[in-house]
Protein backbone atom coordinates (compact mmCIF):
# COMPACT_ATOMS: atom_id res chain seq x y z
CA UNK A 1 0.00 0.00 0.00
CA UNK A 2 1.42 3.66 -0.88
CA UNK A 3 2.80 5.87 2.04
CA UNK A 4 -0.06 8.67 0.64
CA UNK A 5 -3.06 5.73 0.87
CA UNK A 6 -1.37 4.78 4.56
CA UNK A 7 -1.68 7.89 5.71
CA UNK A 8 -5.33 8.81 4.62
CA UNK A 9 -6.44 5.33 6.07
CA UNK A 10 -5.43 5.95 9.42
CA UNK A 11 -8.05 4.91 11.79
CA UNK A 12 -7.35 7.55 14.66
CA UNK A 13 -7.91 10.24 11.89
CA UNK A 14 -10.97 12.45 11.85
CA UNK A 15 -12.85 13.66 8.92
CA UNK A 16 -11.29 16.68 9.05
CA UNK A 17 -8.02 14.97 8.45
CA UNK A 18 -9.60 13.24 5.43
CA UNK A 19 -10.58 16.98 4.36
CA UNK A 20 -6.72 18.41 4.56
CA UNK A 21 -5.48 15.22 3.25
CA UNK A 22 -8.22 15.52 0.07
CA UNK A 23 -7.26 19.51 -0.95
CA UNK A 24 -3.76 18.44 -0.36
CA UNK A 25 -4.32 15.31 -3.18
CA UNK A 26 -5.76 18.67 -5.35
CA UNK A 27 -2.94 20.49 -5.03
CA UNK A 28 -0.45 17.84 -5.77
CA UNK A 29 -2.49 16.57 -8.52
CA UNK A 30 -2.11 13.04 -6.93
CA UNK A 31 -5.11 10.59 -8.05
CA UNK A 32 -4.05 8.03 -5.41
CA UNK A 33 -4.10 10.28 -2.54
CA UNK A 34 -7.62 11.97 -3.24
CA UNK A 35 -8.88 8.41 -3.97
CA UNK A 36 -7.47 7.02 -1.15
CA UNK A 37 -10.23 9.99 0.90
CA UNK A 38 -13.21 8.32 -0.48
CA UNK A 39 -15.06 5.62 0.68
CA UNK A 40 -14.95 2.32 -0.95
CA UNK A 41 -18.56 2.43 -1.97
CA UNK A 42 -20.93 1.80 -5.05
CA UNK A 43 -22.97 4.83 -4.46
CA UNK A 44 -20.27 7.61 -3.44
CA UNK A 45 -21.24 10.92 -5.45
CA UNK A 46 -19.21 14.31 -6.65
CA UNK A 47 -20.76 17.28 -8.23
CA UNK A 48 -18.18 19.43 -9.53
CA UNK A 49 -19.07 23.31 -10.60
CA UNK A 50 -21.35 23.19 -13.01
CA UNK A 51 -21.07 19.73 -13.50
CA UNK A 52 -23.42 16.99 -13.98
CA UNK A 53 -23.86 14.02 -10.70
CA UNK A 54 -21.29 12.08 -10.82
CA UNK A 55 -21.73 8.05 -9.15
CA UNK A 56 -19.09 5.55 -7.94
CA UNK A 57 -15.34 5.44 -7.76
CA UNK A 58 -14.80 4.94 -11.36
CA UNK A 59 -16.32 7.98 -12.84
CA UNK A 60 -15.15 10.61 -10.07
CA UNK A 61 -11.57 9.05 -10.85
CA UNK A 62 -12.15 9.43 -14.35
CA UNK A 63 -13.38 13.20 -14.07
CA UNK A 64 -10.34 13.77 -11.44
CA UNK A 65 -7.98 12.06 -14.08
CA UNK A 66 -9.28 15.06 -16.91
CA UNK A 67 -9.23 18.02 -14.15
CA UNK A 68 -5.37 16.96 -13.20
CA UNK A 69 -4.29 16.14 -17.17
CA UNK A 70 -4.31 20.24 -16.64
CA UNK A 71 -2.28 20.42 -13.63
CA UNK A 72 -3.15 20.56 -10.00
CA UNK A 73 -5.98 22.57 -8.54
CA UNK A 74 -4.94 25.38 -6.17
CA UNK A 75 -7.47 25.11 -3.79
CA UNK A 76 -7.49 26.04 -0.19
CA UNK A 77 -10.80 25.07 2.03
CA UNK A 78 -12.19 28.54 4.21
CA UNK A 79 -15.19 28.99 6.14
CA UNK A 80 -15.44 25.82 7.44
CA UNK A 81 -18.70 24.84 9.08
CA UNK A 82 -19.43 21.39 10.49
CA UNK A 83 -21.97 19.02 11.46
CA UNK A 84 -20.86 16.12 13.30
CA UNK A 85 -22.02 12.78 14.77
CA UNK A 86 -20.71 9.72 15.84
CA UNK A 87 -20.81 8.26 12.43
CA UNK A 88 -21.21 10.96 9.63
CA UNK A 89 -19.60 14.81 9.44
CA UNK A 90 -21.08 17.51 6.60
CA UNK A 91 -18.80 20.63 5.92
CA UNK A 92 -19.82 23.40 4.57
CA UNK A 93 -17.34 25.30 2.96
CA UNK A 94 -15.92 28.34 0.56
CA UNK A 95 -12.93 26.86 -1.55
CA UNK A 96 -10.68 29.90 -2.32
CA UNK A 97 -8.58 28.64 -5.69
CA UNK A 98 -6.27 30.52 -7.16
CA UNK A 99 -5.97 30.74 -11.29
CA UNK A 100 -4.46 32.04 -13.90
CA UNK A 101 -6.19 34.32 -16.35
CA UNK A 102 -4.97 36.68 -19.09
CA UNK A 103 -4.79 39.67 -16.91
CA UNK A 104 -2.42 37.49 -14.49
CA UNK A 105 -3.02 35.61 -11.36
CA UNK A 106 -6.49 35.80 -9.77
CA UNK A 107 -8.93 34.09 -7.58
CA UNK A 108 -12.27 32.07 -8.44
CA UNK A 109 -14.73 31.39 -4.92
CA UNK A 110 -16.64 27.65 -4.52
CA UNK A 111 -18.86 26.62 -2.29
CA UNK A 112 -18.84 22.95 -1.85
CA UNK A 113 -20.15 20.87 0.82
CA UNK A 114 -17.86 17.41 1.96
CA UNK A 115 -19.49 14.42 3.68
CA UNK A 116 -17.81 12.01 5.39
CA UNK A 117 -18.99 8.48 6.96
CA UNK A 118 -16.98 6.84 9.40
CA UNK A 119 -16.08 2.86 8.22
CA UNK A 120 -14.25 0.17 10.40
CA UNK A 121 -11.24 1.53 8.09
CA UNK A 122 -11.94 5.25 9.35
CA UNK A 123 -13.36 8.66 7.75
CA UNK A 124 -14.06 8.76 4.23
CA UNK A 125 -15.73 11.21 2.09
CA UNK A 126 -18.88 10.03 0.46
CA UNK A 127 -20.15 13.10 -1.49
CA UNK A 128 -18.87 15.94 -2.50
CA UNK A 129 -21.06 19.01 -4.06
CA UNK A 130 -19.22 22.02 -5.33
CA UNK A 131 -21.10 25.04 -6.80
CA UNK A 132 -19.76 28.10 -8.87
CA UNK A 133 -19.30 31.04 -6.15
CA UNK A 134 -18.50 34.83 -6.25
CA UNK A 135 -16.38 36.76 -3.68
CA UNK A 136 -19.48 37.95 -1.74
CA UNK A 137 -19.46 34.21 -0.99
CA UNK A 138 -16.48 34.87 1.60
CA UNK A 139 -18.96 37.12 3.32
CA UNK A 140 -20.95 35.03 5.45
CA UNK A 141 -24.92 35.86 6.72
CA UNK A 142 -25.83 34.43 9.70
CA UNK A 143 -28.76 36.57 11.21
CA UNK A 144 -28.81 36.84 14.76
CA UNK A 145 -32.36 36.08 16.38
CA UNK A 146 -33.75 39.03 18.31
CA UNK A 147 -33.00 37.94 22.37
CA UNK A 148 -36.50 38.13 24.25
CA UNK A 149 -36.42 38.18 27.87
Known sequence: MPKAR???A???GSADDIEAAFYEALQTADIDKLMACWADEDEIVCVHPGGP???GGAA???SFDAIFANGSIRARPERVRRVESLASAVHSLVERIEVMTPEGPGEAHVIATNVYQRFAQGWRLVAHHASPGTPHEMLEESPTPPVLH
Do not use: E, G, T
Request: aromatic share 0%; no cysteine.
Open 6 to 8: LQA
Open 10 to 12: SIA
Open 53 to 55: RLI
Open 60 to 62: IRA
